[in-house]
């Protein structure tokens, strides 16, 4: 029996494998025995048709790929990367990448290109959290576990849809909720998360900011703030309290686009509750205002000292597999390593680390400000940004620009690869063995359950091959995962906070480790939690006469993004179709719309085909259509967050027609 861990979403499920089947893993904390579709059906993802098996090249993109020699595909590349100046080079990564993949493409061109262009597609997803966690409790750490929940009365989850994104998490919520806990939903949809609600609160999209500071509002009136924690723990409580005042509490009202009474039964539900979770995702995230909702969502547990308690706190959940291991390693543009930053005294311990001088002080470009910054090499790997990126007609236009586009997939029906020049095969989930981090901070070991297909390799492995080829061997010469996890745990006493280098990788096949557990404080300089006051600015796209709709996008429970993997587990596709579009009965009626009728949806940027599903379950004026529906970024707009550059993917205005052109 292999114990091993699912690649999907950051709940990180334990798996055992038997040489034929997979199941959850009973001993195993997080899940208890349970998976969800898609992990269950990972291992039909392994052996598909649609595997990317050689590396292949081509002079144009307007040519086809041959293919070609792993030698020639690296030197090739090697030679690009030496010729192309250094700000002109840029890593585009995946928060599904293992640790050790991070660490060495991370090592390689921060430490040795000299570029902090090192970004990944967390960028379009935990982001803003990253900024707000950072600026409220002082780093980006997450106070709180998945179970916490079963210490807790009351669990808020705002714009997160578990029962679609984070299945086995979403069991655990049913099981807390047979023990007491009561649940609130705050989504513009009725989402299944929602049925199971206590409390739905049908909020207007982009209304949050009103609803956490009426939240906060209330509790300052009302003084139910911890005079103690706000006195000693906290900062700026005057400054907000008087802002406050300032505020109608009626305008926010009007805001979030519900009622009084609703309102008034949440608080009465809210200062009941002893304990207190709110949870959120990318509902908040994504937006051209997410660091500020995140902010005023984590007001509320800094007023009232539900933080650093058992069962309370602010829980962001995280998307990806291993988004938090990733941003450990330091794999995000504005951010050096090991969670430390570009100032001098971590240039100097991270250079001596590394034994390099190459570091440069800047922070590199996002994954968003890429195709933007006219590249000479872009390496993509483990994502994309075709697909994911918003506003894809500008996103072709620019991606076509860049001479020279290199793909790491492990799967060769990528939107990306229409523009790339070379594609080299990595060796997927089952193949490979590393580590990963889920959502609460549990580093867990996935292992290999069958052979690497003959021409396939691990994602570090081809970083090291580069690497090697432009001479930085020295630094690069592990001969397995083991070695890079090592090196990378070692590395995690820089900071003084991260005790990963406590984790052994031997022990981690067997049993996983949870960094931070002895951290029960914050971590800004003064030890103290920051309270921000923030207004909604109204900052997203504004629907119009012509354009009257918001679209909301988002995850359907059993597939995963593009869905190079779960498409092809064809267990998978019953549950929803991959192409819907949720409309209320009302906007149905007003457009002359059927139930499955085809539709046409655009916006200023774009137009895509979609089918109507007709549902009161979606507010009036607003849309709904999944992410698995590849061509959806045709519609978004690309405002981002100006401090996170998260993009504002939810609240783009569209038009519907039955007219399709
Ligand atoms: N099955 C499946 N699971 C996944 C993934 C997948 O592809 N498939 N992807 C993983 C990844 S990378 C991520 S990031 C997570 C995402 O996890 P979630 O964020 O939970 O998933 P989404 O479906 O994007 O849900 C966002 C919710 O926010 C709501 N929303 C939109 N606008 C607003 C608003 O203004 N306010 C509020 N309060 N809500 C709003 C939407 O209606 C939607 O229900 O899922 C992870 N899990
Ligand atoms: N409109 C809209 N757009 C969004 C979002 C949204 O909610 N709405 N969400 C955003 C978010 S939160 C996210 S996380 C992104 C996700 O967007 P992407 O990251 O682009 O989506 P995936 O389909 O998960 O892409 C993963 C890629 O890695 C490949 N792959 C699989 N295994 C391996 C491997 O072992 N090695 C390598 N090298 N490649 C492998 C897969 O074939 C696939 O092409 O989308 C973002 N875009
Ligand atoms: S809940 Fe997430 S980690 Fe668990 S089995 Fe499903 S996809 Fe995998
Ligand atoms: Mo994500």
Same mark, same amino acid.
């Given at each position: ?13 334990? &798996?055992?494998?038997?040489? =034929? ?14 998976? !969800?579709?898609? @992990? ?50 840029? &890593?585009?990564?995946? %928060? ?16 040795? &290109? ?10 379009? !997803? *935990? ?43 979403? /069991? ?50 009302? =003084? ?17 309290? /008087? ?15 519900? +009622? ?33 909702? /995140? ?9 009232? @000292? ?13 998307? #990806?597999?291993?988004?938090? @291991?990733?941003?450990?390693? %330091? ?8 969670? $430390? ?39 993509? !790997? ?66 290999? $359950? ?47 906070? *991260? +005790? ?50 918001? &679209? ?6 059993? #597939? ?18 991959? /192409? ?19 539709i046409a949806v655009s916006s200023k940027r774009g137009s895509i085909k979609t089918f109507a599903k007709i549902t009161k379950d979606i507010r009036p ?19 981002? +967050?100006?401090?996170?550059? =998260?993009? +504002? ?13």
């Open positions: 029996m292999i114990k091993s861990v699912c690649g999907y979403c950051g709940v990180g499920c334990g &798996l055992e494998y038997d040489k =034929e089947t997979l199941i959850g893993d009973i001993a195993y904390p997080t899940n208890q025995g349970k998976v !969800c579709a898609k @992990g269950v059906s990972e291992l039909n993802t392994i052996q598909t048709a649609s595997r990317l098996l050689r590396p292949q090249m081509r002079e144009s993109i307007y040519s086809d790929f041959k293919t070609a020699s792993w030698e020639s595909a690296i030197e090739l590349i090697s030679q690009k990367l030496q010729n192309a100046p250094k700000e002109k080079i840029g &890593l585009y990564l995946s %928060g599904q990448l293992l640790t050790e993949d991070y660490y060495i493409a991370n090592k390689f061109a921060k430490g040795f &290109l000299g570029t902090n262009n090192v970004d990944t597609n967390s960028r379009t !997803c *935990m982001a803003s959290a990253v900024v707000a966690y950072k600026k409220s409790i002082g780093a980006d750490f997450v106070p709180l576990r998945m179970d916490d929940i079963f210490s807790a009365n009351l669990l808020i989850l705002a714009g997160a849809n578990t029962a679609e994104a984070h299945v086995v998490f979403h /069991n655990q919520i049913k099981k807390a909720k047979k023990e007491g806990l009561k649940v609130v939903v705050i989504d513009p949809r009725y989402t299944e998360s929602a049925k199971l609600a206590d409390i739905y609160i049908p909020i207007k999209p982009n209304g949050d900011i009103d609803f956490f500071n009426l939240l906060s509002k209330r509790i300052i009136d009302e =003084e139910l703030y911890d005079k103690e924690f706000v006195t000693n723990r906290v900062n700026n409580f005057e400054l907000l309290k /008087n802002k406050f005042k300032r505020v109608p509490a009626t305008k926010m009202l009007k805001r979030t686009g519900i +009622d009084e009474e609703l309102f008034e039964e949440f608080f009465r539900l809210y200062r009941r509750s002893e304990n207190i979770i709110t949870a959120w995702t990318m509902g908040l995230n994504q937006s051209s205002q997410g660091v500020d909702k /995140n902010l005023a969502l984590i007001n509320t547990h800094l007023l009232t @000292g539900k933080i650093f308690k058992k069962g309370n706190g602010p829980l962001s959940l995280t998307g #990806q597999p291993n988004a938090m @291991g990733g941003r450990e390693v %330091g794999g995000l543009s504005t951010m050096l390593a090991v969670h $430390l930053g570009f100032d001098d005294e971590s240039i100097k311990k991270v250079g001596e680390f590394w034994k390099t001088d190459k570091i440069d002080n800047k922070a590199g470009l996002t994954a968003t400000q890429m195709m933007g910054a006219n590249l000479e090499v872009l390496i993509i !790997c483990h994502t994309d940004p075709i697909y994911h990126l918003p506003n894809r007609t500008r996103t072709e236009e620019l991606m076509k620009k860049i001479p020279f586009v290199v793909e790491i997939n492990a799967y060769e029906d990528s939107e990306s690869a229409a523009f790339a020049h070379i594609r080299l095969p990595a060796a997927p989930w089952g193949e490979k063995e590393g580590v990963q981090t889920n959502l609460d901070r549990t580093i867990t070991k996935q292992e290999k $359950l069958t052979r690497t297909s003959i021409d396939c390799k691990p994602d570090w492995e081809i970083f090291q091959l580069i690497a090697q080829k432009m001479g930085f061997g020295e630094a690069f010469h592990f001969k397995n995962s083991q070695e890079i996890f090592e090196e990378f745990a070692a590395m995690t006493k820089l900071n003084p906070y *991260m +005790d990963i280098h406590k984790a052994s990788y031997n022990l981690l096949a067997r049993k996983p480790f949870i960094w931070g557990e002895e951290i029960k404080d914050f971590l800004t300089a003064d030890k103290k939690g920051n309270l921000y006051f923030v207004e909604n600015k109204l900052l997203s796209e504004k629907s119009s006469l012509e354009y009257p709709f918001v &679209l909301l996008t988002g995850r359907t429970r059993d #597939q995963w993004h593009s869905g190079t993997k779960t498409r092809v587990a064809s267990v998978l596709m019953k549950y929803k179709e991959l /192409n819907f579009c949720e409309i209320h009965p009302d906007d149905a009626r007003e457009f002359g719309i059927e139930e499955g009728d085809e004026k607003t849309l709904f259509i999944p992410i698995t529906n590849r061509e959806i970024n045709y519609l978004t707009n690309d405002l981002l +967050d100006r401090e996170s550059l =998260e993009p +504002d993917y939810n609240h783009s205005a569209v038009k519907i027609s039955k007219e399709i052109l």
